[in-house]
């Protein structure tokens, strides 16, 4: 499955010669098939692989994940910032809210000090959080 911000979502069929449908060309079940997909990739990026297989965060657990994503953020180690979309991800793909905590938590370490810049990286988690690009000038 291949996605751009602006453009559709896409799914590549196995078939000769390959097959690309668009979202809006897919039955409900291929959408379910393509979803369950995404969203075991999605487990896996934020909890791991083992996690990937057993049963689907619940809407508590995948906020409390998603607050100590962004707190973790400051670590700025190896994966830290993929933990972060991947969790943000889930959150829309459940159509969860973004968890206050997380944004308060966002605001404080990176956008409370005037003039502070963001890596594009963190300017992007930002977008994700709710922030507009305006609030980090």
């Known amino acids: 499955m291949s996605t751009t911000r602006d453009g559709p979502v896409t ?23 393509v979803e369950n997909g995404v969203r075991r990739r999605l487990i ?10 057993s049963a689907p965060a619940t809407g508590i ?12 953020l400051a670590e700025r180690s190896n994966g830290t910032t993929t933990r972060a979309i991947a969790l ?6 459940e159509g969860l809210h973004v968890p206050f905590d997380a944004q308060t938590t966002f605001y404080e370490s990176y956008l409370a000090q005037p003039g ?5 990286e963190l300017a992007a988690i930002a977008a994700r959080l709710g922030f507009s690009s305006a609030a980090a000038d």
Request: no cysteine.
């Open 11 to 33: 799914a590549r069929v196995s078939t000769t010669p390959p097959l690309e449908l668009v979202v809006s060309e897919m039955t409900e079940r291929q959408r379910r098939v």
């Open 44 to 53: 896996a990026a934020a909890f791991g692989d083992a996690a990937a297989s």
């Open 61 to 72: 657990a995948l906020s409390r994940a998603v607050t100590s994503a962004v707190e973790s």
């Open 88 to 93: 943000l991800d889930l959150l829309e793909l």
């Open 116 to 120: 502070a810049e963001l890596a594009p």
